[in-house]
């Protein structure tokens, strides 16, 4: 051999080495985990008052306080999904994302929220949409109810009125009946903790402000027509179309804001209000709301004189029911919050004096357009490990993780949040053992962001709102998540510069 041979040896060698150590120190997901993006009804679809359609409460609501949306847009036309369903699909196909997680539309399927009158255009939609994915090898992940309730309902109180629950059982039945033969994976509710608290206790649709009272009432109707829900799920369709039927939580992270005992129960507690408020009664070996909620309720219920605690309570047969009806735990997680010990001395009542804690994020977080969305990525993974800890390890999908940014293609920034996120998720994963087995992305495309109408872009695809067929163009973000979704593994061709887990165990403040 010449010398010029041993120099290309050593360059093979070189290069062989690259590759197998930047191969050992890549990061790659287990071989079973699934990749999807999310969207929702109400948020995409548009075509409100469409072949049959009947009006939900997000329709009457920005249609009477445009005011109280940032830019006063509506859900009228949104992404018109529901004409542009072919080329959603082809993007998620572009994206070889295994699964995509949509909502259906009630009264898009029952135009007045009851079973007597079925809108069969509702039916075909969502049936060629469901076919569509199937053509394109995507599962779909069915959430039957992300807060587009039947105005019809609303105005009978809504998710105030027990007789809610019966109804929403009634409206499942007619989708586990229709799809059932090509849906195997069923979520029966999108995040009850911020539909409940921010639209009957706040000015989410229906504007509610009730907080202290409707939101747990709110609460209780869901929490009870879950559990009857799963119940006829696993009695009739479960076994037959071997399926699986799970309830999306939110819970973004909580930190003691200091190292003081207050803090750290404030905190803790604060986490049993918001997570605990729906997780403890399906997920706990217990059941029933958590035992801090219970006695927090109702001590400040007794302290306003009232004759019974503003928290209701189950029956005990309720209790059964619903402790365990989960076959798996979705969680929405985007941020951190910072939580301080706050006193309950107010002469009214309200949700967040029953909690005891206010909230605050770090200045020093990088931002996002969402003033309450702050990256910290290490906060995912103590939310995964304080689910684990609590429950006893459910599995869980994470049913949404993302970040707004200003409208541009080259969003970097999104890449460095997914980047992170991934990270995080993948240490809980493989360091801590947690039970995680599938991704979504918030969101395929951009969309109407509830009380910050258009304002606020999550998507991989950003949409032109000003054409008339809603032109949806791959942001930077898309191919990288595509890659994600194709290989399992993080690409490492992207300059990612999220430092994620420096301050895991630190309580910095
Ligand atoms: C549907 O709503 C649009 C406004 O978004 C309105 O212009 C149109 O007349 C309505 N169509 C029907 C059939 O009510
Ligand atoms: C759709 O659901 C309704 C109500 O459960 C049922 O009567 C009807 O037969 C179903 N249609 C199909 C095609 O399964
Ligand atoms: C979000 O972006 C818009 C411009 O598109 C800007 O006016 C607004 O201040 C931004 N909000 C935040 C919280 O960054």
């Not at 006063?72 to 699964?99: I, P």
């Not at 009264?107 to 076919?131: F, H, M, Q, V």
């Not at 105005?151 to 027990?162: I, K």
Request: hydrophobic letters at 35%; aromatic letters at 16%; glycine letters at 6%.
């Amino acid at each position: 051999m010449d010398r010029s041979c041993w120099r290309c040896a050593f360059v093979a060698f070189a290069l062989l080495w690259i590759r197998v150590s930047s191969e050992a120190d890549q990061v790659c997901f287990p071989k079973n985990f699934m990749f999807g993006v999310a969207t929702a009804a109400y948020q995409i679809e548009g075509a409100w008052n469409v072949s049959g359609k009947g009006e939900s409460m997000w329709d009457r609501y920005t249609h009477e306080h445009p005011d109280r949306v940032f830019d006063h847009s509506t859900g009228d036309v949104a992404a018109d999904s529901y004409h542009q369903y072919k080329t959603d699909v082809a993007l998620l196909s572009e994206l070889n994302v295994a699964f995509y997680r949509f909502s259906i539309s009630w009264t898009r399927i029952l135009p007045t929220g009851l079973s007597n009158e079925i809108n069969e255009d509702g039916i075909r939609y969502y049936k060629e949409l469901i076919a569509e994915l199937h053509r394109h090898g995507i599962e779909p992940l069915v959430t039957m109810y992300h807060w587009d309730l039947p105005q019809a309902l609303q105005d009978l109180g809504g998710w105030t009125n027990p007789i809610t629950a019966d109804y929403f059982v009634d409206y499942a039945k007619v989708l586990l009946d229709n799809f059932s033969d090509t849906v195997r994976f069923w979520i029966t509710f999108n995040e009850p903790f911020t539909f409940c608290h921010d639209g009957y206790g706040g000015n989410d649709a229906p504007g509610g402000r009730s907080s202290g009272f409707e939101d747990y009432m709110c609460a209780h109707t869901v929490l009870r027509a879950h559990g009857m829900t799963y119940r006829m799920f696993e009695k009739e369709y479960k076994r037959r179309f071997k399926s699986f039927m799970g309830i999306t939580l939110d819970l973004d992270w909580i930190e003691p804001a200091t190292t003081s005992t207050e803090d750290q129960i404030a905190a803790e507690t604060a986490r049993q209000f918001i997570f605990g408020w729906f997780a403890h009664p399906i997920f706990s070996a217990q059941g029933d709301y958590p035992p801090v909620m219970r006695t927090r309720v109702d001590a400040n219920s007794l302290r306003h004189h009232y004759s019974r605690s503003r928290l209701p309570h189950f029956t005990a047969e309720e209790i059964t029911a619903i402790r365990g009806s989960s076959d798996f735990l979705g969680l929405n997680h985007y941020t951190t919050y910072l939580a301080r010990k706050i006193g309950s001395t107010g002469t009214v009542p309200l949700y967040d004096e029953d909690v005891g804690a206010a909230f605050s994020q770090r200045e020093d977080w990088p931002k996002s357009n969402s003033t309450w969305l702050k990256v910290v990525p290490w906060g995912l993974r103590k939310t995964l490990n304080w689910v684990k800890n609590t429950y006893k390890n459910p599995p869980v999908l994470i049913t949404e993780n993302g970040i707004s940014l200003e409208p541009g293609l080259n969003d970097m920034r999104r890449i460095n949040y997914i980047d992170g996120y991934l990270r995080a998720l993948h240490s809980a994963i493989t360091k801590d053992n947690c039970h995680v087995f599938a991704y979504t992305y918030w969101s395929l495309i951009d969309n109407f962001e509830w009380m910050r109408g258009y304002s606020e872009r999550f998507g991989l695809y950003e949409v032109d709102y000003t054409s008339p067929e809603r032109t949806r163009t791959a942001r930077r973000s898309a191919a990288y998540f595509g890659k994600v979704a194709s290989t399992r593994c993080l690409p490492d061709e992207y300059d990612t510069y999220y430092y994620y887990e420096h301050n895991y165990d630190a309580v910095v403040v």
